[in-house]
């Protein structure tokens, strides 16, 4: 599979990327804290522990991609690819945590109103809004292909964003004092997390869930199946994903009286094969006087 070659392409130039963003993000951070504490910026020392978030979830990120690589071995016969399933899940956990906490800061902010140093605000964060440009560009191909790698870049992305939002509270302040609208900033990156983290994360737990893949639909392969003249049924049909580009079919399959059952069981791999890409595949074939009785099509 496609998804496949470009994982292994370059692995190694993909964890040298991952590194180079822990770096400047831990670098950031340290600044952000300093800067925040002396202007006295919520939002400043809100986007600093969220840089340090992004710094541990991409540390997370890079982990599970060098579990992820290992064979298949006794204690994990299916292999360690999940690893990677399991990072995204603790990434988007934590994401989704922050933005409660920065959402519980703004709004006693809101009642509250603090004096900010406006012109440190714009000139940290403007800094920041270039470092997590970079982080973003270094991961953000790799993004599109890993769910582990996505939560990791969704931290920074959210964090760019936080950024111009700061940018703009602090602007606000120094042209009008406007001092709400740093928890009003605090509270709308809050919201765009959880936004974000709370769509990603659904398909995250689908796949740890053994929930089947939203492409193909069981229906697809349940019809593809029945469409061969050599099955009379089918029965006991699971299908998952092992990892997240790895599609798994588990089935019971009642064979016309006559037919040849070593025929059929290789053609229905062959046909999952090329047009599903399910290469993992294992029947069961029953004879009719042997096929089970008032059992159901899905699951067990």
């Not at 470009?6 to 952000?32: E, F, S």
């Not at 709308?188 to 869930?209: D, K, S």
Request: glycine share 6%; hydrophobic share 55%.
């Amino acid at each position: 599979m496609p998804h496949d070659h470009h994982h292994h392409l370059d692995a190694k130039a993909g964890d040298r990327r991952v590194w180079w963003a822990v770096g400047v993000n831990l670098g950031l951070t340290l600044v952000q804290l300093v800067a925040g504490v002396f202007s006295g910026s919520l939002a400043l020392i809100a986007d600093a522990i969220h840089n340090l978030s992004d710094a541990l979830s991409l540390v997370i990120a890079l982990a599970a991609r060098r579990i992820s690589r290992r064979p298949a071995d006794a204690a994990m016969t299916f292999g360690y690819g999940r690893a990677e399933v399991v990072a995204a899940l603790v990434n988007y956990t934590t994401l989704i945590v922050i933005a409660f906490y920065l959402a519980a800061e703004g709004v006693q902010r809101l009642f509250a109103p603090q004096q900010v140093e406006g012109w440190t605000v714009v000139i940290v964060a403007a800094i920041a809004l270039a470092i997590d440009a970079i982080t973003a560009a270094l991961v953000f191909a790799m993004s599109r292909e890993s769910v582990n790698i996505r939560a990791a870049f969704l931290h920074n992305l959210a964090d760019a964003l936080g950024s111009v939002a700061v940018i703009v509270a602090g602007t606000l302040i120094l042209l009008y004092d406007w001092r709400l609208a740093d928890p009003i900033v605090t509270l709308l990156i809050a919201l765009y997390i959880l936004w974000h983290a709370g769509t990603e994360v659904g398909p995250v737990i689908r796949i740890l869930m053994m929930g089947s893949p939203s492409s193909p639909l069981v229906s697809e392969v349940l019809e593809a199946l029945r469409a061969d003249p050599g099955v009379a049924g089918i029965h006991h049909l699971h299908l998952w994903r092992m990892q997240e580009h790895d599609t798994a079919l588990e089935a019971h399959v009642v064979v016309v009286d006559g037919a040849s059952a070593e025929a059929l069981r290789a053609r229905l791999k062959q046909m999952l094969a090329q047009r599903f890409s399910i290469r993992h595949s294992v029947m069961e074939i029953e004879s009719a006087e042997a096929a089970c009785h008032d059992v159901p099509v899905i699951g067990h």
